[in-house]
């Protein structure tokens, strides 16, 4: 169980046992520093480096540990390096892996299908069933760019001249094999948006949305709303209303592996409506339900029952005899990236992943007899083999999933910035730039380094957990030179009277975007 409302833009950790109502975190814009004239040449790096040794110096940091990598991406020389060859926790700047891979081996312009597959002979209007709805991995089904995508389907198959399916309607998401949930993820995140399980069948970004609203008078339930409606819970408990100006006391839990949402506290009868997000347990259910409604809009009639197939189950032998009777796409595999880059969101990267560990699988000629791994441990082997190719070293990349969720993922500050550089060699590179949250613009920078030389500047990815704070990306100092950067703290807690570790990071991004080097 964890704590609700937590940005979508950051990767958290542990949370505590219960789920309390709290308020979302507000980022704090960094105050624009008056601009000085800087130095240049040596001068200009010595005093860089200086700065930065004086900021991370500082007796609040004596139990923490920082490392920092910066590079020149013009000249290839290293312009600041602090324990650079430390391995720290990456948290959400893991993503820049996964974006790699997923460039690397499925390209730029690659889509993900979602399929509706059955027999094609179709006699009066009746397809002889089972109908099954297989998904394919597509992170964005069901968001404002494929809102109609049951209906597409639904479309598609009327289209063909079917009425009746003889048969059972069947929502498979095995193409993934594995656990939902990628390695090393904590259990006490999964029932928390940001931790959505992973699934071939993704829809809505497996995220069910409550809004808890107080009876009119004290002594009365609470009522509880979910949206979509098709992937209400069974919910056990109350929750209820209790007299104007007390306190609000909103306990949502729902143990780890159950469907079941429990539900107790209360809310004050004046009390304005709560908004939670949590995971959906079971997201090919909702696709499913999702897809009957949308076939009986068309008319269509279903003789059977939804069911569900997920891993270990499969039916290989079922889909063999069947053929693709609908289909919709997602977006272009850049388009996945910057979504999921901009926001940080976990399920869009972790979903690459696998979608990668797919198609390694399907290459690997000793696949079905060298044992089970799963899909995401087919994924982490083909990254394993790319950093291989870029020059990383296997002890310097220790990363098991997707997203940076786990805190057993280690990286160290130079690796971190070899792939950068490797990145920003690519075809693509312009393209996964503008993909990266831009400082005081967008995504999970947009209220970061406001008013500096920064803004406008610095592209770069964030990252965030309990007592973790990274930033890695690119930056053009004053001079026009582009730097590839990693900045990571590990092991810190700001103190109450002091700046919080986003203004110390933020501040080392400002240094590097004013600086006015080379030498």
Not at 111 to 137: E, F
Not at 216 to 231: E, K, M, N
Not at 475 to 486: D, N, W, Y
């Amino acid at each position: 169980m964890s704590l609700l409302n937590r940005r979508p833009s950051v990767s958290l950790g542990r949370a505590a046992p219960l789920l309390l109502l709290a308020a979302g975190l507000a980022c704090t814009p960094l105050t624009a520093a008056p601009l000085v004239p800087a130095a240049t040449g040596a001068h200009a790096s010595a005093e860089l480096a200086a700065k930065i040794d004086d900021l991370i110096g500082q007796p609040r940091f004596a139990a923490a540990h920082w490392g920092i990598a910066v590079v020149s991406l013009d000249s290839g020389r290293t312009l600041y390096a602090h324990d650079a060859d430390r391995l720290l926790q990456p948290a959400s700047t893991a993503k820049l892996f996964t974006a790699a891979l997923s460039l690397s081996t499925l390209g730029a312009d690659y889509r993900i299908p979602t399929r509706l597959l059955g027999h094609s002979t179709i006699r009066h209007g009746r397809l002889n069933g089972p109908l099954v709805l297989y998904g394919m991995g597509d992170p964005t089904l069901g968001t404002a760019s494929s809102s109609d995508w049951a209906d597409q389907l639904a479309s598609q198959l009327a289209a063909r001249g079917v009425h009746r399916i003889h048969g059972n309607l069947i929502a498979d998401d095995s193409y993934f094999t594995g656990p939902p949930f990628g390695a090393g993820w904590e259990a006490g995140d999964l029932q928390s948006w940001f931790a959505a399980p992973p699934s071939a069948l993704s829809v809505q970004e497996n995220v069910v949305e409550l809004t808890a609203t107080p009876g009119s008078t004290a002594g009365l339930p609470a009522s509880l709303t979910f949206t979509p409606i098709d992937a209400t819970p069974h919910v056990l408990g109350q929750l209820t209303t209790s007299r104007t100006g007390t306190p609000d006391d909103i306990n949502l839990y729902r143990a780890p592996g159950d469907t079941a949402l429990h539900v107790f506290g209360s809310m004050a009868s004046n009390a304005p409506p709560q908004h939670f997000r949590l995971t959906v347990p079971d997201a090919a259910l909702l696709a499913g339900r999702q897809l009957r409604r949308a076939l009986l809009d068309h008319r269509i009639r279903i003789d059977g029952t939804l069911q569900v197939l997920h891993w270990p189950q499969d039916d290989a032998a079922m889909l063999a005899r069947t053929d693709t009777l609908a289909e919709v796409w997602s977006p272009a595999l850049l388009d996945i990236l910057q979504r999921g880059l901009k926001r940080s969101q976990n399920l869009y990267l972790q979903n690459l992943l696998l979608s990668v560990g797919v198609r390694e699988q399907a290459l690997e000629p000793s696949a079905t007899t060298s044992g089970f791994t799963s899909s995401e441990g087919w994924g982490i082997k083909a990254l394993q083999q790319l950093l291989t190719q870029i020059g990383i070293a296997p002890s310097a990349s220790l990363i098991g999933e997707g997203a940076g969720l786990s805190r057993s993922d280690l990286v160290t500050p130079r690796a971190m910035v070899q792939l950068l550089s490797y990145l920003a060699a690519q075809p693509y590179a312009a393209e996964l730039r503008e993909a990266l949250p831009i400082a005081g613009v967008d995504g999970t920078l947009a209220h970061r380094m406001r008013g500096t030389v920064a803004e406008n500047n610095l592209h770069a990815k964030t990252g965030s957990m309990t007592y973790v704070h990274d930033l890695a990306g690119y930056v053009t100092t004053a001079a026009g030179e582009r730097l590839a950067f990693a900045i990571m703290l590990d092991d810190y807690e700001p103190p109450a009277d002091g700046p919080g570790a986003t203004s110390d990071i933020d501040t080392i991004a400002v240094l590097l975007a004013n600086f006015r080097g080379p030498d």
